[in-house]
DNA sequence: CTGTTAGCGCTTTCAC
DNA sequence: GTGAAAGCGCTAACAG
């Protein structure tokens, strides 16, 4: 800045106030200092204006804990969909749901300014997301509620779209349905499994333990415990599957054991419509998701009151039967359902 | 920082130096110090400090298109296991394919300090790129070839991969194969149709224009492509898809038209397996594209000499078979084939 | 209209 | 071992 100045003849104020369109500017000089701008390359330092104004740096952060999870894809894809709308970048960061590596990361975004966070946490103690420690940045926690903080939250309806896709199990005379779940530390897996056994109590059915698995995190692991409860003695004639991880895994040993077993799951997934079998899935809009996580960040941001009591939102779900079975998709949550057929809500495009 | 060192009762620049374990500090002061930073929740302005030291500050960019791209999902995983094992963070933007988002945001993440940024650039200028402009901080482009600047850069074998699924194609007799192709303007489309060529050149067979259709983005987009090659009255035997949305659109069009058409297909994708109809895909490692990239780019922040000439990394592909055609998956780059088998190089986990 | 002064939060350099 | 001063690149506030 320095060297434009001296280049244009002026000073280093001038030069700041040409580059903020400052009224109050000879178009003489004016000119004269863009055109040194021009000549050096300059690009006004950022990090040093925002230290100096303490404010706004124009960009939110999302951390996720798995980036290869099309459902946090789609979750950016939202969240960059709302923050565009009022010139607000979004950078995303990869936990891989290490708590240490969020902490890391959190620090990293925070210190450079982000002006507020959406965070999928890792762990069932969020204390370090406190906005105390955090640089005075809001943050949005998403598909699990908060703990240990208070903060604002959107949510799925987990336990909602579990009970009612195990419904339809039982409803079409299944009495020994499996269960293939997610660790029960998570929330999410631990929401889900309290929908299958409320479906499962309404309808006065038992829960057999030999038949709920958990812990399967990817698909190969789910097909080996499906294939483990397919091969009881007594095997369990429908499955319900926690996410669309476990889902294909039960898929799989499904179609290759040929056991005719009936199939639901929680997510849906590209493809769900193509696999030969009839499939239940719980399905909701992932987008709407990063849509709903943005507006409340953004609220909080340009919303005077810091006092503001936390919200907490909850996107609805709807169940779809994929294949032999002909029956409309019946939405199951609140207000809206987004899905109704079988191109889901992914949105991408062809260029790789 | 003032006031930690107002309740410890020592100087900022203690603080300071506590904060970076500098020997010569008591350990009672330093107790003293870490207390009184525990107390306040304090943590050190990142922003700041790296104004004052000008350097380095442990986070790369990465810059994508379409971050809903499973491709561009597995490279971000890939360049972070790189980065991790020198301390160095990934943060990651999405640009939707826009030129002036991606000149926004690569703005945002250098002037907030950056070491350096993994790039895949829109459009077929990237002169904006030039490390001039960029505060210095170096560039490496991916998935296309740098165009008007030098930058290191890390290509898939697009032309290699095609050409040889291709001539599989033909090697079973196919004489008259449909290309459903991405627009020419991108690079990939451009390389991928040439492989299409070489190899129908090779066998000396001609490309019938009727046969060719570009400007696929999507899903949908690509199966009414498809269904409009196969209803032409002498319709193509085969046909070879450009990525995995246009493969997926033609299969689905394949499959509700009972054709028959063989498909082949550049991209592997998850469910390829299972889908019922024999396919070709081509293959390769895209979170090896991401270790290449974040190595590149580390060695140019760390290796001294800015004047090292720039390099170029091509990744090889192979050729699966899934379904009917029973023969053993075959590499077809150079040195590395990583994917041998259906399970594929998608990595993921459970937690929703 | 433009320049000067001061300071954002931190760290280097030199005293003590 | 610790503190005081100066300055990283920028901009509000006040002069002129």
Request: aromatic residues 4%.
């Amino acid at each position: 800045m320095r060297d434009v100045a001296a280049l244009a003849g002026v000073s280093a104020m001038t030069v700041s106030r040409v580059l903020h369109d400052d009224p109050k500017i000879t178009d003489e000089t004016k000119r004269r200092v863009l055109d040194a701008v021009g000549k050096l390359g300059y690009r006004r330092d950022e990090i040093a204006r925002n230290l100096r104004l303490g404010r706004s740096s124009g960009l939110i952060g999302l951390v996720v804990t798995n980036i290869a999870n099309p459902f946090y894809a789609q979750l950016a894809i939202g969240a960059e969909e709302t923050a565009e709308q009022i010139g607000v970048g979004v950078v995303l960061v990869n936990t891989g749901e290490d708590k240490q590596r969020e902490m890391r990361l959190i620090n990293d975004l925070v210190s450079r300014r982000v002006d507020g966070i959406i965070v999928a946490p890792a762990g069932d103690d969020h204390r370090h997301l406190d906005v105390n420690r955090l640089h005075g940045a809001p943050v949005v926690v998403t598909a699990r509620p908060p703990i240990g903080i208070t903060a604002d939250c959107v949510l799925v309806d987990d336990y909602g779209g579990t009970k009612d896709a195990t419904s339809r199990l039982v409803a079409r005379g299944h009495t020994k349905i499996g269960f293939l779940g997610l660790p029960p530390s998570a929330w999410t897996g631990a929401e889900r499994f309290r929908g299958f056994q409320a479906a499962m109590t309404e309808a006065g059915l038992p829960i057999d333990d030999r038949y709920v698995r958990y812990q399967q995190r990817d698909i190969s692991e789910a097909e080996k415990a499906a294939r483990a409860l397919l091969a009881l003695p007594d095997p369990p004639t429908a499955l319900f599957a926690a996410n669309n991880r476990n889902t294909i895994g039960a898929f799989r040993a499904v179609n290759s054991m040929g056991t005719g077993t009936a199939l639901a799951g929680f997510d849906d997934f590209e493809l769900a419509d193509m696999l030969g079998l009839p499939l239940t899935v719980v399905a909701y809009d992932p987008v709407e998701v990063g849509h709903l996580a943005a507006r409340l960040l953004l609220d909080r941001l340009s919303g005077g009151e810091p006092g503001t009591p936390p919200r907490r939102l909850t996107v609805p779900t709807s169940v779809i039967e994929y294949g032999a079975v002909a029956e409309p998709p019946r939405r199951a949550g609140a207000e809206q359902a987004r899905r109704g057929g079988a191109e889901p809500s992914h949105r991408d495009d062809a260029a790789t």
